[in-house]
């Protein structure tokens, strides 16, 4: 099960502090080498969890087994983070880095302190650096894009994921994401780009609804807009339809007792329609 | 324009049950009071919340379907949006962003008394109830600071007791907000189940 969390990169680190101290504790020795993976990833739930007594454990067990080993030192950079010491943790990482340039790891460490210290504006100045030289690291660019949403900076944010979108435009959690992001710009060929990306992300995976409402938003936007003409309008209006009749259908067909929800969602349709129509 | 605002224990209940379902994300959720005719109540009175976000709290159009979807089953439920709660992302990080006053400044030019609930992150940990939230609301369309005690949450210490019990019964795992209902319509954002339990443990 640890190895599931830990291959699927799950964050659920309360639970694998859990299993560690109810079962393992005392079993460690029986997993033979996969018992230092184990180790570290506790020790990251541990910290996560902010359970120091936990976390100090692994790390010297992992100490003593490999006294040198730079992933062992991030670890307890990391231990210094939680704790809040943020310049001790930043030596370790200096020395680290001075050890090995091309470590991306222990550089992106860094750029999540600022972030975590509350240096948005550092945090951007450093993540660019960062990306000028490891190009093709496509979390980094979603993180870029995080940190510019939260600045309200979206023009530059949708440029971050304009990125991400190339590096796999078959995701369709991308493109929905980026349809997000140039809705939330707002102006009508924003509008346009957030409904072709919208639909784009309904045809990779019909069952993405956050992308089915942004369909039926965006393109009741559009059909609303005084600037539209009358061939757009018509068209928009048909697009919002079959959306909300998409939306519809897989809410009946869940057909549960919540009837209250199902008005809501039928409520919101129609209210919506009614604007466009008019 | 009221200065303070009464929790009720279900709605302080699942704030934090939601806070403490994603400890790493920023988080936000909407404030429910009952409709009163005519005249609002004075201090507003919130008897439900609705958690809506953990994955991005700061894009527009998800915001929008939950809106309108919480303000349909407010109607049907003779209920009124009063107000909006976040948590930041970073543990110091207690202070309003622009999304927050965004939202709450919308909700105001429905409810008047409209108020912004500010998680305080670091003061979780301890066991003073009230003090882990701080009130914002509006005057003249702007977001303003209230002062902190004007927070009351309707027996305190029994709130804070069964927050603990749900806790350890893992409740939080059980709590849907608007994002989990989004990946899986079948998910209940009402949380009628929780709800249930913390009246059972009243």
Known sequence: MLRKFRDDNDRRSEEVVEIYEECLTSKMNKLGNEKWLVYEQVCLAALDCSRQDIAQ??????????????RVKKLAAMQHESLG???RAIRIYDSLQHQDESSSSVRKRRISILHAAGKTSDAIVELNAYLKQFMSDYEAWMELCDLYISENDYAKASYCMEEVLLSNPHNHLYHQ?????????????NME??????????????????AMY?????????????????????DNIKYAMWAANQIHERYQKLNKENDTQMKAVDDMLESLQFATVN | MADSVVLNRQSYCK????????????????????????????PPHIVDTVP????????TPMMEVALSQVDAYCRAKNLVIAGYYQANESFTANSPDLVSCRVTEKIAEHFGDAVLLMVENDKLKSEVENAAFTVYSVHDGKAKKRDVHKVQVQGAGTAAAITATL????????????????DDVSLDWTNADVCEKIRCAL
């Not at chain 2, 809506?52 to 894009?59: A, V």
């Open chain 1, 85 to 87: 010491s943020y310049e």
């Open chain 2, 52 to 59: 809506l976000f953990h994955l991005n709290i700061g894009l």
């Open chain 1, 57 to 70: 454990k692994c790390l010297s067990a992992l100490r003593h087994q490999f006294p040198d080993s730079s």
């Open chain 1, 214 to 234: 942004g369909l039926f938003l965006s393109a009741s936007n559009i059909a609303s807009a005084p600037k539209s003409t009358v061939q757009r309008k018509r």
């Open chain 2, 167 to 182: 806790l350890a019964t893992k409740q939080h795992w059980q709590l849907v907000d608007f994002d989990n209902h989004l």
């Open chain 1, 177 to 189: 994401r980026y349809a997000d992001i140039r809705y939330t710009q707002g102006t009508i060929d």
């Open chain 2, 15 to 42: 704030i934090l049950l939601h806070v403490f379902k994603y400890p790493h994300c920023a988080l936000n959720g909407l404030l429910l009071a009952q409709k009163q005719k005519g005249k609002e109540s004075k």
């Open chain 1, 193 to 210: 780009l957030a409904r072709a990306h919208y639909s784009q992300a309904v045809a990779l995976n019909c069952n993405n609804v956050r």
